[in-house]
Structure formats: structure tokens, C-alpha cells
């Protein structure tokens, strides 16, 4: 059976990179997200190990310290990050696993794991972002006009990525993504033990 | 617009790539072959630079010495190739192209244009390709021994194309190869342009 694939997606602030996600994980493909170590505190419903790995802030420094996270941030006075070891075991039962992490995490991400698939998700055009981003009404216009440089700043990041999507149209976009995890999974260096398998047979 | 992509696809005799790409070419996707050039005579209903360009030898020679074509093959005593002028043509237009060639074809394609996508059709097994020599019922025994030796020789070269697809299920491996030729279309490499684009702008 052939190793599962990493795949990492960014995108700015209002691209529909969550969404885009949650409809590709509700189709029938080979895709679940990994489970992420946290400092903050468990929430009503939540289980170890399924919601998140819960950890002490001098855990999770001594995970940073010993290189057991593939990548992590702080939000909000919590550490957030991904434990190497959980990714590795589960891509060894040839489960596909993604990660909806920022730039950086995705960098160190490729650093660690060359054969990581890395998946940008930009918007139609910065006019469009800029009203998505108002549409949303969450946030002032210091706050819009904030996160539209950052877009801006990320999205010159994206010719480092391996992949990149337009969310023009959401099921579209959606589409887009599935047949990236698809088609990685018929790249031939992900197949050569079939290859192998099938040479080195003859007939009779 | 983004330039057309090249896609070469070859297979082993039963392997069902004839079925695959007519299946694939039938579905709403941006995809043609290319009109490649012959010797043989003009049938019935034929059209020039429709059906194929027709040549005489010595014009055909010629094309090969004036490294007009991506590959060429002699078949049955005619001449087939194709010319590298169309497909770059159609490429400009942003329309994706494909080529049915042999391996030794596929290689000078990817030595001439190194940006093409090579995909390999593999049987499920070559017991399975046995059977499906067999059930063809249109070649003798040592045919089929004959064929069965050359698949194997082919899938050897399996590891320098790009993609292998499975053939078990046809309606699977269609699929799969409408997943490649979607997929590659976001490949980052090709779609620098719109990073660009969308980087230069700044709202307001």
C-alpha cells in the first residue's frame, strides 16, 4: 500500500480556505486533518487526543525544543502545533492528512517534509477579497484594511507553493482541490513499488 | 490567459488507453489531440490539416531534418509525427494537448519540452493483461507471448513519466486522468502570471 500524502493549504484572511476544506473532507476522498497540540485550556465536549493533544505551556516548549513539531504558532497567549510523530503514523496507514496552517508553518513544513504538497488559495481579485472582507462585517475598516496587507504580503509567498487555487466559484474551488489530492496520489515516485511489482512478474 | 499544457500518455497494448482518452476527450474538459502528419494516402471522408497533414517521404524526411517534429514513428510502412509548430500554436491558445505516442516518443517529447506532463496507463496485473489479450481475441498465441514480453519491457519506462494510472476500473482511470489534466492546470509554475497580477494591486 502506498504512504499517504501531506498536503498543506494557506490562504489570506477570506479566501474560504475553511470552507473550501470542510466540503473537500465531506466528499468520499482520502483526507482527514491531523490532530494538533494546544497549551489552551479543554473545552466542554472535547476529548484528548481527538480534539486536540492538551498540553502544558512547559510541555509543548519542551516539544518545540526537542523538534517533535512540524510546525506551530502562538494566537491569543496559546501555543498551537503539529505533532511530526501523529502526521508520520498516520501517512504510514496510507492516510492522505492535510494542514490549514499559515506561511511560516508551511515553510518549516516543506523544510522537514520535502514531499509535502503545498496548496495556495488566493482570491479572484484583491477588489473581491477586499469585499468579502466587508461583506463579512466582522471587522472596522482599520481591521480590513489590516488583513488586505497581509493578503497582499502572503500572497507573494505563494510562488513557493506547489499548487494554486482561484475561489472564484466555491464548489469549483472545492473541485479544484480534490483533483490535487487525487492526481498526487498517480505521481510515479508515490508508485514505483507497484511499478516494481508489476516488472518484475512474468506471465507463465 | 494561461498557456496550454502537453500531455503524453502512453500504455502497453491492452492497457485501454485508446478507451481512457476517448472517454476523457468526451467529457467538458480542455483537452485535444493534435493533428499530427503522415505519409499514408487520403482515405474517404479525410480532410488535410483536419484529419492529419498529408506528406509525401521526402517532404516528411525533410520535417525530420529540420527538427520540425516532437516525434515520429514508422508504422506498416508510412511515416506518422507530429509537428511541433501545430502543438505549440495550439498551446499558445491556452488549450491543452495530448499525444498517444510510444515511449521512445514520450522521451524525445519530454527532451524537446520539458514542461510536458507524461502519464503511463499500467494494467492491473500482468496476469490481468494476459486475460485481456486473450479475451481481444484477435491475435494468435505468440502474439500475445510477443506482447506480454513488450509490456513488460514498457512498463520498465514507467518511472520517468510524471503520473501512472491504474487501469482496474475504466471509469476510475478515466477519472483519474481528468484529475491530472485539472490538477496540473494549478500547478504554481503556470499560473505565475496571476500571482502577479494579484500582487501589483493594492485597494484604494
Request: hydrophobic share 40%.
Amino acid at each position: 500500500m502506498a504512504k499517504g500524502i501531506l498536503f498543506v493549504v494557506s490562504a489570506p484572511a477570506g479566501c474560504g480556505k475553511d470552507t473550501i476544506l470542510e466540503k473537500a473532507l465531506a466528499k468520499e476522498i482520502n483526507l482527514c486533518y491531523s490532530v494538533s497540540a494546544t497549551t489552551r485550556a479543554m473545552r466542554a465536549g472535547e476529548t484528548e487526543g481527538i480534539s486536540y493533544y492538551f498540553k502544558t505551556r512547559e510541555e509543548f516548549e519542551k516539544m518545540i525544543a526537542d523538534g517533535e513539531l512540524l510546525e506551530h504558532t502562538e494566537y491569543c497567549g496559546n501555543y498551537y502545533g503539529t505533532p511530526k510523530q501523529t502526521v508520520l503514523e498516520t501517512l504510514e496507514l496510507g492516510q492522505n492528512v492535510v494542514l490549514k496552517i499559515e506561511i511560516e508553518g508551511a515553510e518549516n513544513v516543506k523544510k522537514l517534509m520535502p514531499e509535502a504538497v503545498l496548496v495556495f488559495i488566493l482570491p479572484p481579485s484583491m477588489q473581491e477579497l477586499d469585499r468579502r472582507l466587508h461583506k463579512r462585517g466582522t471587522e472596522d475598516e482599520e481591521t480590513i484594511a489590516k488583513r488586505l496587507k497581509q493578503a497582499e504580503k502572503e500572497i507573494s509567498f505563494a510562488v513557493n507553493y506547489d499548487y494554486v487555487i482561484v475561489n472564484d466559484d466555491l464548489n469549483k474551488a472545492v473541485r479544484d482541490f480534490v483533483a490535487i489530492v487525487d492526481a498526487e496520489s498517480f505521481r510515479t515516485n508515490r508508485n514505483k513499488e507497484y511499478i516494481d511489482l508489476l516488472k518484475n512478474f512474468t506471465v507463465k
